[in-house]
């Protein structure tokens, strides 16, 4: 059997990770499905392929760094899976190609570039209908609602003695107006002597609870124009309340691709020497 060292596996990894580390924006989602699977069969063969040469898989990773036990610790003999287990969070981030953790990470990364395709798609050609209900679950602001004013009315017609009367709940209703924010469910006093609300009276012309809410709103309106041109329907909603990858997220994570080539020396196997490649 042909033999296949770690660091011709590295190598092999590397190179997949070259053709593979660019995002899968523009493709359609059957291009990025298929681009997806043969990446995941390629990776699958090579793993196979190690083993058939070696007898095991490519080593997983382990933590190296030093382990500060506390007072107290239980200093037990670790199992076979703990030096893995603990590898520190920013070498997982980048893990070495040679590694399991690399073979699956990058598999990850391109899963996460399909997923991110059927959004897009579900996005663009998301019903107005559901974008309404979207809005309507997207609440910013909710200090005090219809329920609260309710329950506080409630609450004082219920104390003994008590003289209030439905009649009170519409009069006092009246002096309370709700936020014209689409993301806001607060009602705000327009007229002085509300029962429950110490807030400042705002002019009974007033629309919005506060300049927050008439910003929010303007903001909103430019988000519909926007998106009513790109997607089939438009949305008030700002991008990232139903947007998981964002622009900016997805050039985060193509930087992390970036492979110095100078780090291959580290795949580099001294028993094999040459790539069996
Ligand atoms: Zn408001």
């Not at 559901?130 to 309710?150: G, N, S």
């Not at 009367?165 to 607060?186: A, G, M, P, Q, S």
């Not at 700002?238 to 622009?247: M, R, S």
């Amino acid at each position: 059997m042909r033999g296949y060292s770690k660091a011709a596996f590295g190598r092999r990894m590397d190179q997949m990770a070259r053709l593979n580390n660019r995002s899968h924006k523009g493709l359609t989602i059957e291009e990025s499905q298929l681009k997806y699977d043969e990446l995941v069969k390629q990776v699958d063969e090579e793993l196979e392929r190690y083993f058939d040469a070696n007898g095991y898989y490519p080593e997983r990773m382990r933590a190296t760094h030093p382990v500060a036990y506390t007072e107290g610790f239980n200093k037990e003999k670790p199992s076979d899976m703990s030096p893995s287990a603990n590898v520190l969070e920013g070498n997982l981030q980048r893990p070495p190609l040679t590694t399991l953790e690399g073979a699956t990470w990058l598999i990850d990364y391109n899963a996460m570039q399909l997923l991110a395709r059927y959004e897009d798609f579900e996005i663009e050609s998301r019903s107005a209908k559901e974008w309404r209900m979207l809005e309507r679950e997207y609440v910013k602001r909710a200090d005090y609602t219809i329920m609260d004013f309710y329950d506080d009315f409630r609450t004082a017609m219920e104390v003994p003695g008590s003289a209030l009367t439905w009649v009170d709940y519409r009069r006092e209703r009246k002096k309370l107006r709700k936020c014209k924010c689409k993301f806001c469910l607060n009602y705000f006093p327009i007229e002085e002597g509300s029962m429950f609300i110490r807030k400042r009276v705002r002019r009974s012309d007033s629309l919005y609870c506060t300049a927050g809410c008439k910003q929010m709103q303007m903001d909103a309106n430019k988000e519909f124009r926007r998106t009513s041109e790109i997607y089939e329907n438009g949305t008030y909603l700002p991008v990232y309340a139903y947007k998981t990858t964002t622009e900016d997220h997805e050039r985060r994570e193509m930087e992390k691709w970036e492979i110095p080539i100078e780090n291959m020396d580290d795949y580099e196997d001294e028993k094999v020497g040459k790539s069996a490649i």
